[in-house]
């Protein structure tokens, strides 16, 4: 057996204090204590993060945003990827959809697929345990890594195991595929879900932690852009029509960036069109194909609007074999659309050369919508939600799983009961187009209830409890 070839995410750090003056007094001495308190108790040890991919979906964008943190404020933390082959991420892509109660080619995991998938798991953890030592913690990330958790915890290593996916009703399929995954992860300290309705079946309650994902504000994803930096930006990446020139963007570590790969697009908007936006993997469970099946039929006809689905550069989420098809069925579906509405359906890929000028991309496009939408048929947490929020946006998206939580419906946004209702979901979209102050309305208890609820700090210090319960 080879051992696999482990990437190390090169992920730098950042200060805690720019919290300070977002947070208030109070709440900004209880996290600038508590990450001190922790680093003070890792000394010595090294906490590690295992994930499939360094980019593109939601576990990705969770690490990159808060890691540096940790490290900010003296933790040695570290991000590392598995290697898979295409037919491990084939099969990690069907336990992903079965855990959402969806069987797409089967609901059974073949023998074959189980041989593939321990072998992935085994050339990993090899790798792996040439790195992490005797009482470091690790961190492992979704279906992707369950089978790492008995090899590592065998050798005194600490391992927490955490799930980003789940269904608020689980089916037989469901339980199919926790049925597959429960025997890899004997061993594991501590198991971590989104939410309390997304926990397996465990009789053993004492190593449930919930933890509800979260954003940062300070990234290039989600820091405040103007009204001209968000148009230039839009307009180099060819997303909107309008003034041609430098479009720059701050990164991260502070240096300035500059736009200068372009989407891939089949038509672009003017610079004064109003936009419904829906920026998503290309993933049957985000529902692009019913997003434009709702435009065409309900919001197209009732306003000038246009809508754009953006998502990453198809071929470039190594971990997600699906998306050229969805692409090609979402593509076939448009071009069936009559011309003068054609037109107004924008599929944009996003280009993803360059990570965080696809942040900025992604920033600027929820920024610049009238209507945020995400209308998922499941949803793990749903990240996009809460930077659309945090961006003052009126988001009307489905109630399904880690979005419930977020909007609180006709306050900070809406909610759509029935995921395939597209009557209502059009109409809810096309009021909110109508009524630009009720969506500014929304847009502004979005915001505050990202603030209360949803930012970096309350994430870091749940799990840094976590990490030094199970120490
Ligand atoms: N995203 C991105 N570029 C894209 C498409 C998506 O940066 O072209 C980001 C998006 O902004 C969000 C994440 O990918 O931060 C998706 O997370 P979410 O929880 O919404 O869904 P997931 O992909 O994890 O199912």
Avoid at 57 to 65: D, I
Avoid at 443 to 453: K, N, P, S
């Amino acid at each position: 057996m080879t051992k696999a070839v482990i990437q190390a995410v090169d992920v730098g750090s950042a200060p805690i204090d720019r919290y300070r003056d977002l947070l208030g007094a109070e709440a900004w001495n209880a996290f600038e204590l508590g990450m001190r308190d922790f680093a003070d108790r890792m000394r010595g040890r090294t906490l590690w993060n295992v994930n499939s991919t360094p980019r593109g979906g939601g576990v990705a964008e969770l690490l990159a945003a808060l890691i540096p943190y940790d490290r900010g404020a003296g933790v040695d933390e570290r991000w590392l990827v598995i290697e898979g082959s295409p037919e491990f991420f084939a099969i990690t892509k069907k336990i992903h959809t079965l855990l959402h109660g969806v069987a797409p080619d089967g609901s059974e995991i073949t023998p074959v697929e189980r041989g593939e998938y321990e072998q992935a798991m085994a050339r990993n953890s090899a790798a792996l345990l040439d790195q992490v030592r005797p009482g470091d913690v690790v961190l492992l990330h979704d279906p992707q890594t369950a089978g790492l958790v008995s090899p590592l915890s065998s050798r005194g290593i600490t391992v927490i195991w955490r799930s980003h996916v789940g269904v608020d009703r689980p089916n037989a399929m469901v339980r199919n595929a926790w049925k597959f995954l429960t025997p890899y992860m004997n061993g594991a300290s501590a198991f971590v879900f989104s939410r309390r309705a997304y926990v397996w079946d465990d009789p053993d309650g004492s190593r449930i932690h919930i933890i509800a994902p979260c954003i940062d504000p300070f990234t290039t994803k989600n820091r405040d852009l103007d009204v001209s930096e968000t148009a230039r930006i839009l307009a180099a990446a060819g997303v909107l029509r309008g003034i041609d020139g430098e479009a720059t963007f701050l990164r991260h570590d502070g240096r300035r960036g500059r736009v200068t790969h372009t989407a891939a697009i089949g038509s672009t908007p003017p610079s004064d069109a109003r936009l419904v936006v829906q920026v998503s993997r290309w993933d049957r469970l985000k529902d692009p194909i019913g997003v434009t099946e709702a435009f065409v039929r309900h919001i197209a006809p009732r306003t000038d609007a246009w809508l754009v689905l953006a998502g990453p550069a198809v071929d470039s989420v190594d971990d997600d074999p699906e998306q050229p098809q969805i692409l090609a069925q979402l593509q076939a579906i448009r071009d069936r659309v009559p011309r003068g509405m054609r037109e107004r359906i924008v599929v944009a890929e996003l280009p993803m050369q360059d990570i965080e000028e696809n942040a900025a991309i992604v920033n600027a496009l929820q920024r610049r919508a009238d209507v945020v939408v995400q209308k998922s048929l499941a949803e793990g947490f749903g990240l996009t939600v809460a930077e659309a929020m945090w961006k003052g946006r009126a988001v009307v998206a489905s109630r399904v799983g880690g979005i419930e939580d977020q909007i609180e419906d006709g306050e900070s946004g809406v909610l759509i009961d029935d995921p395939t209702d597209l009557d209502a979901f059009g109409s809810a979209v096309v009021d909110l187009l109508h009524d630009p102050q009720r969506a500014a309305a929304f847009g502004r208890e979005a915001r505050l209830r990202v603030i209360r609820e949803f930012l970096a700090p309350r994430h870091l210090m749940q799990q840094a409890q976590l990490v030094i319960s199970v120490i």
